[in-house]
T-cell receptor, first 118, second 111 residues
């Protein structure tokens, strides 16, 4: 079974440009999460989809970030316009939805996209 | 920090030695998880311990949980150079919700 995949693995852009990151979760996983690790600091939550709906977007830093999950499969995270402080590694994770306990427990992470804004 | 503290922030040991990393958290939890990140790679789930468990083993990994102190420890026995990585503890904010990560411990195992 394929794991969570992310594209691209690296992206180098200039300040003010736009970048779109893509995440393909494990097939059948309803939950999809985006996280970010900036400058070797802690990993911080950005947002959570359940199927195509945004369950929690409390971690999105500002309106320059837009996440979508059309059709409830893959997700994109667009940064427009990018700023220097957006540099970091963006992780995507997915997990099953346990309908009995509503506990999704283990989240499986992708390899991340390393974004560098110059 | 959203989560709390992890210590040490960095740990350097020789191959074959044991490595112990600690994590504290702030809120009540259902479970606590440990992840590893190798340089340039994604996060790998290592082990999950539930709030009603005090100790759990998986291969060379041993995790303890003390809910009264809101702390957990990860012990890696007989370390190998391949164990060199960043290690993070994480709790789920609510069921099905976001993971709250600690700041991580950078482990370096020298051959």
């Amino acid at each position: 079974e394929a794991g969570v995949t992310q594209f691209p693995s690296h992206s180098v852009i200039e300040k003010g440009q736009t970048v779109t990151l893509r995440c393909d979760p494990i097939s059948g996983h309803d939950n999809l999460y985006w996280y970010r690790r900036v400058m070797g600091k802690e990993i911080k939550f950005l947002l959570h989809f359940v199927k195509e709906s945004k369950q929690d977007e409390s971690g999105m830093p500002n309106n320059r970030f837009l996440a979508e999950r059309t059709g409830g499969t893959y997700s994109t995270l667009k940064v427009q316009p990018a700023e220097l402080e957006d540099s970091g590694v963006y992780f995507c994770a997915s997990s099953l939805r346990d309908y009995q306990t509503r506990s999704t427990d283990t989240q499986y992470f992708g390899p991340g996209t390393r974004l560098t804004v110059l | 920090s959203q989560q709390g503290e992890e210590d040490p922030q960095a740990l350097s040991i020789q191959e074959g030695e044991n490595a112990t990393m600690n994590c504290s958290y702030k809120t009540s939890i259902n479970n606590l998880q440990w992840y590893r990140q190798n340089s340039g790679r994604g996060l790998v789930h290592l082990i999950l311990i539930r709030s009603n468990e005090r100790e759990k083993h998986s291969g060379r990994l041993r995790v303890t949980l003390d809910t009264s102190k809101k702390s957990s420890s990860l012990l890696i026995t007989a370390s190998r150079a391949a164990d060199t990585a960043s290690y993070f503890c994480a709790t789920i904010y609510n069921q099905g919700g976001k993971l709250i990560f600690g700041q991580g411990t950078e482990l370096s195992v020298k051959p």
